[in-house]
């Protein structure tokens, strides 16, 4: 996938990061309400499926953010993003409460994110 030459390298990889991980996601978590009563092997071979879109865009979006971006920039950058994309999904897909405790890893993250980029 090539660079969109109109868009900072930054927000290119944060927009490509942010669509890899909802595909993450629900590889990751999507199998525990969907998939709940198959056999666990079903619920990996689905997941693989939905992991292969998240790596068609996870590696372009490593790629691109690398020619500004060192390594663990890229790796605070993708956990910000995992946080983001991951409570919608508790809340609105898993119909899961809202807890205190993901505002505190929130700030805990923000932290992280402060603490690379400067």
């Keep these: 996938m ?6 900072p390298i930054v ?8 669509a890899s991980n909802v595909f993450m996601t629900f590889a990751w978590y999507a199998h525990l309400k969907n998939l709940n009563g ?3 092997w079903i619920a990996a ?3 693989w499926g939905i992991a292969l879109f998240e790596y068609l865009l996870q590696v372009p979006a490593n790629r691109i953010g690398h020619q500004e971006l060192d390594l663990a920039q890229l790796k ?3 956990e ?3 946080l983001a ?3 919608p999904f508790v809340l609105f897909y898993m119909q899961q409460p809202l ?3 993901y505002l505190w890893a929130a700030l805990c993250i923000l932290a992280a994110v402060y603490f690379i980029f400067r």
Excluded: G, R
């Design 45 to 47: 071979l689905v997941s």
């Design 99 to 101: 807890k205190l405790d």
């Design 38 to 40: 198959k056999p666990w």
């Design 76 to 78: 605070i950058l993708q």
């Design 80 to 82: 910000a993003i995992t």
């Design 85 to 87: 994309v991951f409570v």
């Design 11 to 18: 927000l290119q990889t944060a927009l490509l990061l942010a």
């Design 2 to 7: 090539p660079p969109l030459p109109h868009l």
